[in-house]
């Protein structure tokens, strides 16, 4: 289910505090998909960290952080673990759904295996 929030881009970049400085805020974007899809290796290639990856299922069980700049903007990638579906039926799923859910991230990009794709 998508929604429109009413903000723009230039909106989400920036807060206004009552003291009328303004601080650049950070982004946050939630990577999410099926296990072993390449979402810790997409992150690493994006941010430049080193966060494990491995070729099978279930290698990121919890949600993982990594923070970069980019044209002077903060944004901060969520490596979320691998699910095939937000009805949860195992604890990775449950941490992914729920993060989706309840943090309300800026931004989600669901990664997919085009090699893997269910028709």
Same mark, same amino acid.
């Given at each position: 289910?998508?929604?429109?929030?009413?903000?723009?881009?230039?909106?989400?970049?920036?807060?206004?505090?009552?003291?009328?400085?303004?601080?650049?805020?950070?982004?946050? #974007?939630?990577?999410? !998909?099926?296990?072993?899809?390449?979402?810790? &290796?997409?992150?690493?290639? @994006? %941010?430049?960290?080193? =966060?494990?990856?491995?070729?099978?299922?279930?290698?990121?069980?919890?949600?993982?952080?990594?923070?970069?700049?980019?044209?002077?903007?903060?944004?901060?990638? #969520?490596?979320?673990? !691998?699910?095939?579906?937000?009805?949860?039926? &195992?604890?990775?799923?449950? @941490? %992914?759904?729920?993060? =989706?859910?309840?943090?309300?991230?800026?931004?989600?990009?669901?990664?997919?295996?085009?090699?893997?794709?269910?028709?």
């Amino acid at each position: 289910m998508m929604h429109d929030t009413g903000y723009t881009i230039q909106d989400t970049q920036n807060v206004h505090h009552a003291s009328g400085i303004m601080h650049q805020r950070t982004i946050t #974007v939630a990577v999410a !998909g099926n296990p072993n899809s390449g979402k810790s &290796t997409l992150i690493n290639a @994006i %941010a430049g960290t080193r =966060l494990y990856v491995g070729n099978w299922p279930g290698v990121t069980v919890e949600k993982k952080e990594a923070m970069f700049e980019h044209e002077g903007r903060k944004i901060k990638l #969520v490596d979320l673990p !691998g699910t095939y579906s937000l009805s949860p039926y &195992t604890q990775e799923e449950i @941490i %992914a759904r729920d993060y =989706l859910v309840h943090e309300k991230p800026d931004v989600i990009v669901n990664v997919v295996d085009a090699t893997n794709l269910d028709t």
